[in-house]
């Protein structure tokens, strides 16, 4: 028998992909599209890991790409730092905040864990509306355009190439992390928290760490959205976005890294194709959840996964008949 | 003979109802230690007390010597006590083999960035503890399971495997929570022997357990208890004459207590 390893070949289709779409899609308007659906990706990727493997909600994860985006405007703006150091540190504070918040928060389980979630957001939110002095208030603020050295990282064209490279870090970050001592913690304390700690498993600390690398995914997301947009707002905090991110793992798939990715996707797209019926965006959102947790409890990527799997499964169960057990 | 565990006057109320009531045992290292003891007799809560997972109301207990109130199931793993469930805990977002990779988390390498980044040997590490996880569920008799999903398995197997999740922790002391519960004669037969196999490798064993003819033929030592205290404790030849074990058990039980 061999002892496989999840492969990591879907890491060099993403790469694939990523490297042929500029020259297929027509003008900037479908590389704005791919950059906003790279950027919600990322973020996806880290919500997946506290949602689909650890098995803990959050409603309130729009607040960290917020802080992420006016961390980097303020720091870049008012202090005019590097826009590098600028994201790092910001990371580095909602980083913080994260760990700080998630012990209390962490400990609650099921709707109790999404109100206080909720709450938290909400926060964030109002404080970065009322805060004009430093963020601008409800109009938002422009923000400086990211320098690298003395070269201006400017329009769609350049902004492509480092969301998708930032895309393909976070899924390596994220598969690595899922496929390592640290990531079975993670999925045991979803699976059952009672014989993950048993086995060892510090399940609060392990709550803790996921939660703050989620953050730190959904923040240095923020801080590229503020540069590539040259603006942030808070509705990039609002309640509405935190929900749009959960639709999107939820959609693509909880537990698969590829799925978060997929989830992004679709639902970054769907807003541009209903963009004249702007009312009905919630409305459909909120219908893609429900029908999704209906008819769909796992998601479009493992659902799907599962039924490609079958065949596969069937061969290695033949081939190990066959083996008579060579371990 | 070094006692592994000691328990001194344990008590565990539940709002009024004392689950465990002011018991007191001592297991020895390298025995087969069973509890039996009629529905509800507090058997599970006790498993609870010792591993951390419940606060005792009262009471104390000693691991290697080592007081050990107030510490959680994950340090108690750390100092070698494991356990299985009566209802199966098993991870069922897993396969097999990783349920017993969980097992293995203490012995692993839990850094942070060694993990992102797949560093510090972390691909060779894993494949190790595949290894010796794949090895440790031949032990149990599941080395065709390997990469199975978890929730692919029957009953049976996964008993089995929460078994050998429990042993991979690398326990002094195992606690088995009704491990032949569900299981017909054959598959009962297999968990004797594997009992039987666990405690040969040096693992002491505490054993929680319906079938009298399983409890009876393997034990060292059983301890009965009844509306949570101890009725008594002793061989299994002394257990089996005692006459309040065999009014505790009238029904059912009676006949296979008798033997
Ligand atoms: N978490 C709890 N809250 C309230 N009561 C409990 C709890 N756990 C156990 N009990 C009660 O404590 C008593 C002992 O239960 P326990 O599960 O320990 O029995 P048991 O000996 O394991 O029984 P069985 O052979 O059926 O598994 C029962 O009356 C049970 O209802
Ligand atoms: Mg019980």
Redesign the pocket.
């Known amino acids: 028998m061999t002892l496989k390893h999840p492969s990591t070949g879907g890491l060099l289709i993403l790469a694939v992909i990523i490297a042929i779409l500029p020259s297929i899609l027509p003008n900037n308007f479908y590389m704005d599209v791919a950059i906003r659906i790279g950027l919600n990706a990322i973020v996806c990727i880290g919500l997946n890991l506290l949602i689909g493997y650890a098995g803990q909600i959050s409603l309130g994860h729009a607040g960290f790409v917020g802080l992420g985006a006016y961390g980097s405007a303020i720091l870049t703006g008012e202090f005019g730092w590097p826009a590098i150091p600028a994201m790092l540190v910001t990371a580095l504070f909602v980083a913080l905040l994260a760990f700080v918040l998630a012990r209390p928060v962490l400990r609650l389980k099921g709707h109790f864990l999404a109100m206080a979630t909720l709450g938290m957001g909400i926060i964030i939110s109002i404080v970065l509306n009322t805060e004009a002095r430093w963020t601008g208030g409800p109009d938002g603020m422009a923000v400086q355009p990211m320098m690298f050295f003395e070269y201006m990282v400017f329009g769609e064209a350049v902004w492509y190439w480092i969301v998708g490279a930032a895309l393909l870090i976070a899924v390596w970050l994220s598969l690595n992390l899922i496929d390592s001592p640290v990531g079975r913690a993670l999925r045991a304390v979803h699976g059952s928290e009672v014989a993950a700690e048993v086995c060892g498993v510090n399940t609060t600390q392990y709550k803790v760490k996921v939660f703050v690398i989620s953050a730190v995914f959904a923040s240095v997301s923020g801080s590229m959205l503020a540069h590539y947009g040259a603006f942030v707002s808070p509705e990039d905090a609002s309640f509405f976005r935190s929900i749009e991110l959960v639709t999107m793992v939820v959609l693509g798939g909880m537990a698969s890294t590829y799925g978060a990715v997929v989830g992004a996707t679709i639902l970054t797209i769907l807003p541009q194709a209903l963009a004249r019926f702007e009312d009905l965006e919630h409305m459909v959102f909120g219908l893609i959840l429900m029908l999704t947790m209906i008819f769909m409890p796992k998601g479009l990527v493992p659902t799907l996964s599962a039924k490609f799997r079958r065949s596969p499964v069937k061969v290695e169960a033949e081939s190990e008949a066959q083996g008579g057990g060579a371990t | 003979m070094t006692a592994v565990l000691t328990v001194e006057g344990l008590t ?1 109320e ?2 009024g ?1 004392r ?2 009531d002011e018991l007191g045992f001592t297991i020895s290292e390298g025995a087969i230690f069973s509890i039996i ?12 007390l010792i591993t951390g997972v ?1 606060t005792p109301t009262e009471g104390r207990v000693f691991f290697g010597g080592e007081f050990i109130g107030g510490k959680t199931p994950y340090n108690l793993a750390d100092m070698g006590l494991s356990r299985t469930f ?1 209802n199966l805990q098993i991870f069922m977002n897993m396969t097999a083999v990783e349920n017993v990779m969980v097992g293995l988390h203490r012995h692993l390498d839990k850094r942070i960035d060694h993990a992102l980044f797949r560093i510090g040997g972390m691909a060779r590490k894993e494949r190790e503890a595949r290894e010796k996880a794949a090895e440790l569920m031949a032990f149990v008799g599941l080395g065709q399971y390997v990469n199975h999903d978890a929730a692919s398995m029957s009953y049976g197997a996964l008993k089995r495997l929460e078994i050998a999740r429990a042993l991979a922790t690398g326990p002094r002391l195992l606690l088995l ?2 491990p032949a519960a569900g299981l017909n004669p054959s598959e009962t037969g297999e968990i004797d022997e594997l009992i039987r196999k666990v405690s040969e490798s040096g693992v002491t064993v505490a054993l ?1 357990e ?1 079938d009298m003819h399983l409890v009876m033929g393997i034990s060292d030592h059983i301890l009965v ?1 009844d509306y ?1 205290r101890k009725l008594t404790e002793g061989t299994a030849e002394h257990v089996r004459h005692d006459p309040e074990v065999i009014a505790a058990y009238l029904g059912s039980e009676a006949a296979a207590v008798k033997g």
Not at chain 2, 37 to 48: E, H, I, Q, S
């Open positions: 565990k539940f709002g109802v689950a465990v003891g009629p529905n509800g007799a507090g058997k599970t809560t006790l498993f609870n419940y009566q929570d009704e929680v319906h208890l949570g």
